[in-house]
């Protein structure tokens, strides 16, 4: 099982991550794309790297809005796995922007 991260760890890895905030529970980010197809291309990338992580975001879609959270249940905390995914997501949503999806 991953360690959660402390305070200071979670707020460095934070100030590396677009857009990402932890609201007591989980890192979330939420971003829009042009419309519900980009958003569901995003989601389709998001959850195969997500398989090859073995470690999966909740994603919340509504229509061209996007929000995922990131937390390793297992350890009840925010750990450096969550912290992996996120920069992957940002990868994943930065790719889609410099090819005009959002």
């Given at each position: 099982m991953a360690d959660p991260l402390g305070a200071a760890d979670l707020a460095q890895a934070l100030s590396g991550l677009d857009g990402w905030q932890y609201d007591g529970s989980a890192i979330r980010r939420t971003v829009s794309l042009p419309g519900?197809?980009?958003?569901?291309?995003?989601?389709?990338?998001?959850?195969?790297?997500?398989?090859?992580?073995?470690?999966?975001?909740?994603?919340?879609?509504?229509?061209?809005?996007?929000?995922?959270?990131?937390?390793?249940?297992?350890?009840?905390?925010?750990?450096?796995?969550?912290?992996t995914l996120a920069s992957k997501i940002d990868e994943i949503v930065r790719d889609a922007k410099g090819r005009g999806e959002s």
């Open positions: 519900f197809l980009a958003a569901i291309r995003v989601v389709d990338r998001v959850a195969e790297a997500a398989e090859q992580m073995d470690h999966h975001p909740d994603i919340d879609i509504r229509w061209r809005t996007l929000t995922f959270a990131c937390v390793t249940h297992s350890a009840g905390a925010v750990t450096d796995r969550d912290v």
